[in-house]
C-alpha cells in the first residue's frame, strides 16, 4: 500500500525559513517523480515543485524559485521541500504527491494527507 | 502558463443522475489531461489520467473524454459519496496547471 506522511509544517513568521518532509513507503521510490502541491484556504490547486526519481532534475513554480529547493534521499524513501523567506501568500496546506512516472508525468496519483504551513507576524 | 477553465462552477443535481463537467485549455494538451476529485478536508484523489484513463481503483461510472483544448468528465449515476469539488489539471507543458474547481452539490 502507498503511504506518503508529510510533516514538517507550522506556523512561522514572514521571512523565515522552514523544511518540509513527506517519506515514502509502499512502492519502489526512486523510479517516481514526486512533487509538492499547495492549497490556500479555501483556494484551488498549485504545482509548487517537482522531482525526478533520481533527483537530477528539479522543476519550481515562479511564485517559489529562488526562495524553495526540492531534494530528494533515496536512501531513505524521502522527498523534502526547503522554503526559505517566506511569504504571507505562501500559506496554505502543502501536499506530497507521488506521479505516475520517473519524470514529467506530472499527474499525482498519491497523496498524502497534507501539512499546514502558516505564515503570519 | 496554461490556463484551464471549468464549467460550470456548481452543479446541482440528485443522486441517480448523470454529471457531466467540462474543461477547456487555453491551448492544445494532446491528451495530456487529469482530473481529480477532493473531498472536504481530505486530498485530491486521481480519477482519471490521459484524458480518458481510469486510475487505479476508480468506479467505472467515471469517464473522461477529449483532447486538443475541449475535455469532458462524465459521471454516468451519481452515488452519494460522488458530491465534492472536482479539479481538471494538465501536465503537457510545466508547470502543471489545475482548473478553478466545479463543486458538485445535492440538489
Known amino acids: 500500500e502507498v503511504q506518503l506522511l508529510e510533516s514538517g509544517g507550522g506556523l512561522v513568521q514572514p521571512g523565515v525559513s522552514l523544511r518540509l518532509s513527506c517519506a515514502a513507503s509502499?512502492?519502489?521510490?526512486?523510479?517516481?517523480?514526486m512533487g509538492w502541491v499547495r492549497q490556500a484556504p479555501g483556494k484551488g490547486l498549485e504545482w509548487v515543485s517537482a522531482?525526478?526519481?533520481?533527483?537530477?532534475?528539479?522543476y519550481y513554480a515562479d511564485s517559489v524559485k529562488g526562495r524553495f529547493t526540492i531534494s530528494r534521499d533515496n536512501s531513505k524513501n524521502t522527498v523534502y521541500l526547503q522554503m526559505n523567506s517566506l511569504r504571507v501568500e505562501d500559506t496554505a496546506v502543502y501536499y506530497c504527491a507521488k506521479t505516475r512516472g520517473s519524470s514529467s508525468s506530472w499527474y499525482g496519483d498519491y497523496w498524502g494527507q497534507g501539512t499546514l504551513v502558516t505564515v503570519s507576524s | 502558463e496554461i490556463v484551464l477553465t471549468q464549467s460550470p462552477a456548481t452543479l446541482s443535481l440528485s443522486p441517480g443522475e448523470r454529471a457531466t463537467l467540462s474543461c477547456r485549455a487555453s491551448?492544445?494538451?494532446?491528451?495530456?489531461l487529469a482530473w481529480y476529485q477532493q473531498r472536504p478536508g481530505q486530498a485530491p484523489r486521481l480519477l482519471i489520467y490521459?484524458?480518458?484513463n481510469r486510475a487505479t481503483g476508480i468506479p467505472a461510472r467515471f469517464s473522461g473524454s477529449g483532447s486538443g483544448t475541449d475535455f469532458t468528465l462524465t459521471i454516468s449515476s451519481l452515488e452519494p459519496e460522488d458530491f465534492a469539488l472536482y479539479y481538471c489539471?494538465?501536465?503537457?507543458?510545466?508547470?502543471?496547471?489545475f482548473g478553478q474547481g466545479t463543486r458538485l452539490e445535492i440538489k
Open positions: 489539471q494538465q501536465r503537457s507543458n510545466w508547470p502543471p496547471t
Open positions: 509502499g512502492f519502489t521510490f526512486s523510479s517516481y517523480a
Open positions: 490521459d484524458a480518458s
Open positions: 522531482i525526478s526519481g533520481s533527483g537530477g532534475s528539479t
Open positions: 491551448q492544445s494538451l494532446s491528451i495530456y
